[in-house]
């Protein structure tokens, strides 16, 4: 692989919007990122006497009865201070951020492999960890259900089956004059985020409870904890000033290790800390669903679909967690960029004694969108036609707009400008015409091109998570306390609403102070998650500020004798009139004048009106569009594969940063191209977790980025809905330019036999593309 590595980052921005909003500012912590010395939880000072915690678990059964539990010599070891079981807990045993079923402590039962049944508070960390080997655990052990197969075979759900249905599906596959069936698995993925889960808890007077948490929610958090200590919200703190990283793995995952760390504090009225080991970590936290996708689509000879059966069928754990909104989205997502005039989408979400799958970055969106490509792959390979004509027939256009459940897409025109572009600044026929060639005189190595598109639903399909709250204080020397529910971890939310107050006020940026999460700040927040992280917490900000503002205007209208609309904040000033007064100046007049200098703001996303029981009305403010042309190399001897050469063209609207969003898109391509690529969950038919270290899980490093990388920001009119600046979301969309890759390693197997579909599984490891490679050359063609 090359060094070189070609980046193109589309950093123009529009001075109409001021000197903040449209620039590529750096990261707030990026100085302190490369330092090391951003605080994350495991940094910050321990109060003295601070306790350290260790899960303890059973390592010889995935589930069964737990008939006998000796901790004897648990309790006697070094350094232990206690031991904790269910019978411990307070209030309620559970964790659930949905319907329940995720127990704290495991209580008569255990239904994972690595499920916590006790944890061990101890006077250091190593000393719980020892001590936590010590149990002596009796289970009557039951056969466990491991694969989404054996989960259908035993019919057994977290939650009811649901379906979309659009037309007349089942006519229009038994009238279109071609028709193809076929299934594929779709794996799932450990978000192996930097800082693994941890909490630290610190009782208070009144049994208030104070908690340093790594969580994406840090509302649910408080909720939690109350519930487990049998106390009021109110009673519960939650800050959350940065996480080295989470991916939707501490969106509802974070709340059973901070019920853990506060139970011990409770228990033991010291400050208490739990930080998981690595391979606790993986073993005992959800994943990215895995699906199996059964599917019938009914088309035309010039590839245009007529109608699609999509059956999805997800392995959710052991219970529910996220798992209702991950696999809606799925469903949401089934048709990628693509019309179906009928359409049926089924889901099922099956129960298995593995850990909950979770949330992760794209929110079952991905999988849906990879089953829609096969769709498109398959047709092309079956008509012999380029995959990417195959797919523009496909697109929403102005006759063709409405999705399978019943949305109208009113910016598809952006979607065909975008995968034009990028056809052309690619060279895409050109290279096309050029792989041919290659692949036609090398028996051995063979190269694939493929050029996907992203159309991406941003909100949150729950309505009632589409909602933010801000708080923001003046002082007296023009500096500005900012506070809002949004989290920051490492995606430069923090950086981003501020840039939007520093141009409100028109203050240079170091003037706004950013601050940590705070549930005692801004109460009832939802989870930075859905990529709707800056939608609604900037626009709750701006709102506040926009009431400070109008404090200001009217107090200097009546103190200085100038007309409201004669006031304006701009050039680093207050203009009253023809006079500039510097914005501390006018503050501490005001604070003289008793006005009062701090705000609260709150935005409601506006036109969401998903009704789930119907399954009619929006789920989403807008679409998110991007494009992504991959070239790989793949050696059919052994199934190696590499990345050559990468193309993108993305939407985000008209950026508020362009460097962070282009890190973005780099990152999340990445990550959605180790999920297909090498990043391989493997669970044994005992139900064990095989998969839970770096030396068994392998995510994408330094070398694995493609030797050509060239990430382009399309420039955009801006958002034609009410978004902050007209700017788009940009942190899950990303995810799924991956999909390129993929499509790409089946065109270079599809081209050992034209007409053969190869029956090629995600993620596409060297042993799965050799299994389809040899599958290929042995078929023979339709």
């Known amino acids: 692989m090359s060094d070189e590595s070609t980046i193109s980052v589309a950093r123009k921005t529009d001075d109409s919007r001021g000197v903040h909003v449209g620039r590529p500012e750096k990261h707030d912590s990026a100085a302190k990122h490369v330092s090391g010395t951003a605080l994350y939880v495991d940094d910050l000072p321990e109060p003295e006497g601070t306790l350290h915690l260790a899960?303890?678990?059973?390592?010889?059964?995935?589930?069964?009865?737990?008939?006998?539990?000796?901790?004897?010599?648990?309790?006697?070891?070094?350094?232990?201070?206690?031991?904790?079981?269910?019978?411990?807990?307070?209030?309620?045993?559970?964790?659930?951020?949905?319907?329940?079923?995720?127990?704290?402590?495991?209580?008569?039962?255990?239904?994972?492999?690595?499920?916590?049944?006790?944890?061990?508070?101890?006077?250091?960390?190593?000393?719980?960890?020892?001590?936590?080997?010590?149990?002596?655990?009796?289970?009557?052990?039951?056969?466990?259900?491991?694969?989404?197969?054996c989960a259908l075979v035993n019919d057994t759900t977290v939650l009811p089956d649901y379906q979309f249905r659009k037309g007349q599906p089942e006519t229009a596959l038994d009238t279109s004059n071609q028709r193809l069936s076929g299934a594929m698995r779709i794996g799932g993925q450990e978000h192996f985020y930097l800082e693994g889960q941890i909490s630290m808890a610190v009782p208070g007077e009144d049994g208030d409870m104070f908690l340093h948490c790594s969580t994406q929610h840090p509302s649910?958090?408080?909720?939690?904890?109350?519930?487990?200590?049998?106390?009021?919200?109110a009673g519960v703190t939650v800050e959350v000033r940065r996480m080295g990283g989470a991916f939707g793995g501490k969106e509802s995952q974070a709340n059973q290790w901070a019920a853990l760390a506060a139970l011990a504090a409770r228990h033991t009225g010291?400050?208490?800390?739990?930080?998981?080991?690595?391979?606790d970590d993986m073993t005992m936290t959800g994943k990215r669903h895995d699906f199996r996708v059964d599917y019938t689509v009914g088309f035309e000879n010039d590839g245009a679909i007529h109608g699609v059966d999509m059956a999805f069928a997800a392995r959710c754990g052991y219970s529910a967690d996220l798992s209702l909104g991950v696999v809606d989205r799925t469903m949401f997502h089934a048709d990628s960029s693509y019309f179906y005039p009928d359409a049926l989408i089924t889901s099922r979400r099956m129960r298995t004694n593995t850990c909950s799958a979770t949330a992760f970055r794209g929110f079952g969106?991905?999988?849906?969108?990879?089953?829609?490509?096969?769709?498109?792959?398959?047709?092309?390979?079956?008509?012999?036609?380029?995959?990417?004509?195959?797919?523009?027939?496909?697109?929403?256009?102005?006759?063709?707009?409405?999705?399978?459940?019943?949305?109208?897409?009113?910016?598809?025109?952006?979607?065909?400008?975008?995968?034009?572009?990028?056809?052309?600044?690619?060279?895409?026929?050109?290279?096309?015409?050029?792989?041919?060639?290659?692949?036609?005189?090398s028996h051995i190595l063979k190269k694939g091109l493929a050029l996907t598109p992203v159309k991406f639903g941003i909100a949150f399909t729950l309505p009632q998570l589409n909602q933010a709250g801000a708080l923001v204080h003046l002082y007296q020397d023009g500096s500005v306390h900012l506070n809002h529910g949004g989290t920051e971890?490492?995606?430069?939310?923090?950086?981003?609403?501020?840039?939007?107050?520093?141009?409100?006020?028109?203050?240079?940026?170091?003037?706004?102070?950013?601050?940590?999460?705070?549930?005692?700040?801004?109460?009832?927040?939802?989870?930075?998650?859905?990529?709707?992280?800056?939608?609604l917490n900037a626009m709750a900000a701006l709102e506040a500020v926009e009431k400070l503002k109008k404090r200001l205007t009217d107090f200097a209208s009546d103190k200085y004798g100038v007309p409201v609309d004669k006031?304006?904040?701009?050039?680093?000033?207050?203009?009253?009139?023809?006079?500039?007064?510097?914005?501390?100046?006018?503050?501490?007049?005001?604070?003289?004048?008793?006005?009062?200098?701090?705000?609260?703001?709150?935005?409601?996303?506006?036109?969401?009106?998903?009704?789930?029981?119907?399954?009619?009305?929006?789920?989403?403010?807008?679409?998110?569009f991007g494009a992504a042309c991959s070239e790989v190399l793949v050696d059919t001897m052994t199934g190696e594969m590499r990345v050559t050469r990468v193309d993108i063209l993305h939407d985000v609207g008209r950026s508020l940063n362009p460097a962070i969003d282009i890190g973005q898109i780099e990152g999340g391509f990445v990550q959605g191209m180790g999920w297909l690529t090498t990043e391989e969950l493997v669970w044994d038919d005992q139900g064990r977790l095989r998969t839970h270290a770096p030396s068994t899980y392998k995510i994408p490093t330094a070398s694995d980025v493609p030797e050509e990388f060239n990430v382009s920001l399309y420039e955009s009119i801006g958002n034609p809905e009410a978004t902050v600046h007209r700017s788009k979301a940009v942190g899950e969309p990303p995810v799924m330019l991956a999909n390129s890759v993929f499509s790409a390693i089946v065109d270079a197997v599809a081209s050992l036999k034209p007409g053969v579909i190869p029956p090629l599984d995600a993620p596409a490891t060297p042993e799965a593309i050799l299994a389809a490679v040899d599958a290929v050359k042995s078929a023979r063609p339709t």
């Open 55 to 149: 899960p303890g678990w059973s390592r010889d059964a995935a589930c069964g009865r737990i008939i006998s539990l000796d901790l004897d010599a648990v309790k006697a070891a070094p350094g232990v201070v206690a031991v904790l079981t269910a019978h411990d807990v307070p209030g309620e045993n559970d964790c659930s951020p949905s319907i329940g079923g995720d127990p704290i402590l495991a209580d008569g039962e255990i239904l994972f492999w690595g499920q916590v049944i006790f944890v061990v508070v101890a006077h250091t960390r190593a000393q719980a960890r020892k001590a936590a080997q010590l149990a002596k655990i009796e289970v009557e052990a039951t056969s466990p259900v491991v694969s989404v197969d």
């Open 220 to 233: 649910e958090v408080q909720h939690i904890v109350a519930k487990a200590l049998g106390v009021i919200d």
């Open 270 to 279: 010291k400050p208490c800390k739990m930080r998981l080991d690595r391979d």
């Open 365 to 441: 969106g991905p999988q849906g969108m990879l089953a829609a490509e096969r769709l498109i792959d398959s047709i092309a390979i079956t008509l012999g036609l380029d995959p990417l004509d195959v797919r523009k027939r496909n697109f929403y256009d102005r006759d063709r707009d409405i999705t399978p459940y019943g949305m109208r897409v009113e910016e598809f025109s952006t979607q065909h400008t975008i995968v034009t572009a990028l056809e052309e600044t690619c060279e895409y026929r050109a290279r096309r015409d050029a792989i041919k060639a290659f692949n036609a005189n």
């Open 489 to 535: 971890m490492g995606q430069g939310l923090y950086t981003k609403v501020a840039q939007v107050v520093a141009q409100a006020f028109s203050v240079p940026l170091s003037k706004v102070k950013i601050t940590a999460t705070h549930t005692g700040k801004v109460p009832n927040t939802g989870p930075t998650a859905a990529s709707s992280g800056t939608d």
């Open 567 to 624: 006031i304006e904040f701009r050039d680093g000033k207050v203009m009253i009139g023809t006079e500039p007064v510097l914005l501390g100046q006018l503050a501490k007049a005001a604070i003289m004048a008793r006005v009062q200098l701090s705000a609260t703001g709150y935005y409601a996303t506006p036109k969401i009106t998903w009704n789930r029981q119907t399954s009619t009305g929006r789920p989403f403010l807008y679409f998110a």
